[in-house]
Structure formats: C-alpha cells, structure tokens
C-alpha cells in the first residue's frame, strides 16, 4: 500500500506544484479574449463553464486506456505504478497541457496545423493524413470495445453487431451537433461517473483487506508471464498509454480549447484532466495486482482469456461493488471508449475542415466531410479487434512523441525552458522506435539489434535539435 500511496501523492503533487511551474513557463494572459469568444460559432466554438469542461476532456481522454491499459499493465508488476505516476506528471500532463494552450494562442487549431507552424509544411501534411487515420482508428477500437461489454450485458438477440450499429448510430449524431447538445450536456455526468466508479473500487479494495503488492529494490524487476518476449522497455511504456501519455490526448485539447473562457483555467482542464487520469490508471492497476491473490496470478488469468482485459474489469466490479454497483461500472466503463470515439471522429472532421480551409456551420459541409470518415471506420471494426488495437497503440505513442518535439521546438522560439519538454520528447522517440523495431507487429529484430538503434536514432534527433537550436539562435531570429 505504501507504493501506491506515494504514487498517489506523486500525481497530486504534480497537480499542485509542478503544474504551476509550467503554468508560469507558458505565460498565460487572463486578459486576452481565447477562441471561444473571439471564434464563437455555435458548433464547436462556444464558452463553457471550466468545470464542464475539464470533465467533458477528461472523459474525451479517458476511453479504454486508462482502464484496459492498466489492466494489461498491472502484468509487469509495481513497476508499471512509476509510470503512471512520474509519466502523467512530467510527461502526459505537460503534453496535454501544451497541446490546449497552443491551440488557444493559434486561435483553436487543430494539433497538425500547430506541428505545421512549428516543424514545416512537410511534417504538417505528414501529419495530416497520420492523425486522421489515428483518429479513425480510435473511432473503430472504441466501437468494438464496448459493444463487446454491451453485447455480454443484454439479452441474445442484441448482438456485438447490433451493438455496433447502434454506437455507430450515436457517432454521427455527436460528430454532427453542435457540441453543447450531447456533449456538452451528458459528457460532466459520464465523467463524474466514471471517476466515482473509480474512487468507489479502491475504497471497497481497501475495506475488503486486499493487499497491494509494494515496490523495492527486490522487486523491481519483470513480472510478465512472458518477460522475454515482452520486456519492460519499451513494452510497458505502450501498453500503459492513455494513463501516462497519449498522442490522442492532444488531438481532444483543441475541442475544449474552443470552448475554455479564460487562459487560466488551462491548468485545470488540461493538466488537471491528464492527472486524474492518471489517478483512474493508478486505481485499476493496483486493484488488478491485488484482487486475484497476486500479480502471478493476474497473468495466468489474462493468459487464460487471451489478455481480455474486459473480462478482468466484470470480475473485479461485480465482486467489489455487487451486482447494482457493477453494473453502474461497467456501464461507466462502457461509457469512456464511447465518448472518446464520437471525439475522436469529431477530431478528424475538424483536422480535414482546416486542411480544407472548410467551415463547418451548415451541416452540409459537416455531412461532406464525416461521410467518408465514417465509412472508412466501419470498414476498420470488420478487421480483428487486436491487430487494430496495437498498430492504434503504437501511433498513439508515436503522435505523442511528434508533438512534445513540436511543444519544445516551440519553446526555443519563445526563449522559454525547454528542457520540460525536450526529455520527455527524447525518451518517447527511444520507446516508439525500439517497439517498431522489436515487437512482433513491427520488425520483429533481436532486442539486442532493437535497443541499439532505438537509443542511437534518438541520440541522433537530440543532437539534430540542437543543431536547430544553435542556428536559431544564431541567426537572432525573432519570436514568433
């Protein structure tokens, strides 16, 4: 328990510390009108209140990851709880947090327009055309995911392909309204759930008298039934992903950066979001690492279900909570990867409108643009679940990786601190890199052969930005 509590205090902290030092590096202007006002639409520029929507972003963020992903990550034991913590804190919350203010600062844009001003015109339209099709991929997972818990709660004739079709029924209707009408109206209530149904699990852990496994120089080492095959580097760090850090955490930050009142409140909503989070993570590990005698016996249990997370998550909420309290769960966990996928093609609808330079007040231009997005994501949930699962977990990790090198490019420019970035950016590149060379969706090379080159492309792009920088500042270029 002492490792989870110190965790615990990490993230907090994070929150009231080291938030506000990034705080004062972005230099925020209370008195400068944001986007919400200055861009106000009625579809996806509107002013809310900072408290609907910090949980209006952190339900967009939630989705599986924080849940599934700590599941599957509780495998390599208490290692997996330094992630969470000290990856939110100084990594997944800074990211996030960058990502919204950015989009402020640039007028609500999208995160590919913002690496475009600051990595050029070819890294733009590279990412154009890579976050779209991360963000279809995200709709697809995030359709599959829970119309397989929904399929499992109702009566036979509801299928997984009736279920299919009914979220996919509600995706058009939230990509399509203007976002005060579902999302902003249902979004605070789902996330206000889903947090309770995490706080409600650890209280009943601890009452129940479940022991957490703690974390020594004795047990700092891989618990993964294969550890071989799944090393803790760069494995874990792509497993536990919406719970550290997460690229499609800064394709939502847009969304709510249209609709934030007042610079100020960025911390709250970006940051603030990343680390309760993180905190929902924290909870699912430390309960999956305990619940079923140990963290052996979590692999042997996952091995069994072929790493059905979902299967771990009915068991713990129905034991935990009873039968009202489990259903209330699980429909909370059901609720997440919804909401994050209805964003998620929200998000490339907004990504191809500004390419296209495409307004979207008339609801044609709406229908133009998501018609074959859908399309191209109902194809996607024909395809097996897994595979689109780890190619969606790489990109992930991978959009994370380009956008803190675009938040510290940044940075240099405006003369700021960038090294809060720069690490973080340096690590990620390590991770993604080493996991396409090693994993089996990727290279599949020798981990020898994969850890060499994953640590020397990254020294070279460190080395390759500071030559950027040192010519910038050379040449005595103005900020921007």
């Not at 993230?11 to 009108?33: M, P, Q, W």
């Not at 861009?39 to 924080?66: E, H, R, S, T």
């Not at 934030?260 to 993570?281: L, P, Q, S």
Request: aromatic content about 16%; some cysteine; charged content about 10%.
């Amino acid at each position: 328990m002492i490792t989870f509590v110190l965790s615990l205090a990490v993230l907090l902290l994070g929150y009231l510390v080291y938030s506000k030092i990034i705080e004062r590096i972005a230099e925020v202007d209370v008195n400068r009108e944001t986007p919400a006002y200055s861009l106000k639409d009625g579809v996806d520029y509107i002013p809310m209140p900072w408290w609907k929507v910090f949980l209006i972003q952190f339900l967009n963020i939630a989705g599986l990851g924080p849940i599934f992903g700590a599941v599957a990550g509780a495998m390599w034991g208490p290692i997996s709880f330094l992630w969470i913590a000290f990856g939110s804190v100084f990594a997944g919350a800074v990211h996030d947090y960058f990502s919204g203010m950015l989009s402020i600062k640039h007028k609500g844009l999208s995160i590919t327009e913002i690496v475009g001003i600051y990595m050029g015109v070819g890294t733009k339209q590279f990412m154009r055309g890579f976050t779209v099709l991360l963000m279809i991929m995200v709709g697809a997972v995030f359709i599959m995911g829970p119309a397989k818990i929904l399929s499992g709660l109702t009566p036979d004739f509801a299928t997984t392909t009736f279920w299919v079709w009914v979220v996919f029924g509600y995706y058009v209707l939230a990509t399509m309204l203007p976002i005060d009408k579902i999302i902003g109206r249902f979004y605070p209530v789902f996330g206000f759930a889903l947090a309770f149904m995490a706080v409600g699990l650890i209280i009943a852990l601890f009452a129940k008298g479940y022991h957490i496994p703690e974390l020594n120089l004795t047990k700092l080492h891989n618990y993964h039934v294969n550890s071989e095959q799944f090393p803790v580097f760069p494995m874990l760090f792509i497993t536990i992903a919406c719970g550290a850090i997460s690229g499609f955490h800064a394709t939502q930050s847009p969304l709510m950066a249209r609709c934030v009142t007042n610079e100020k409140y960025g911390r709250r909503v970006f940051y603030g979001a990343m680390i309760t989070e993180g905190i929902v993570a924290l909870i699912w590990a430390a309960i999956s690492m305990s619940f079923f005698g140990g963290i052996r016996e979590l692999n042997d249990i996952m091995t069994e279900n072929s790493g059905n997370a979902a299967f771990i998550v009915n068991e713990i909420s129905n034991s935990l909570l009873g039968k009202f309290g489990g259903i209330l769960a699980l429909l909370g966990v059901v609720a997440a990867p919804i909401t994050s996928g209805d964003t998620a093609f929200r998000s490339a609808r907004l990504i191809v409108a500004d390419f296209l330079n495409y307004k979207q007040g008339p609801i044609k231009n709406r229908l133009f643009v998501s018609i074959p997005l859908f399309a191209i994501g109902f194809f996607l949930t024909q395809i097996d679940f897994s595979i689109i699962w780890r190619y969606f977990a790489w990109s992930n990790q991978t959009l994370a990786m380009i956008v803190l090198w675009t938040i510290t490019v940044y940075l240099v420019r405006e003369r700021k601190f960038y090294w809060i970035t720069l690490i973080p950016a340096v690590f990620m590149t390590a991770v993604t890199t080493t996991y396409l060379l090693l994993a089996p969706e990727g290279f599949s090379f020798s981990k020898e052969i994969s850890y060499s080159f994953g640590i020397l492309f990254s020294v070279i792009t460190l080395l390759g930005f500071f030559v950027y920088r040192n010519r910038y500042f050379k040449k005595g270029l103005s900020t921007i």
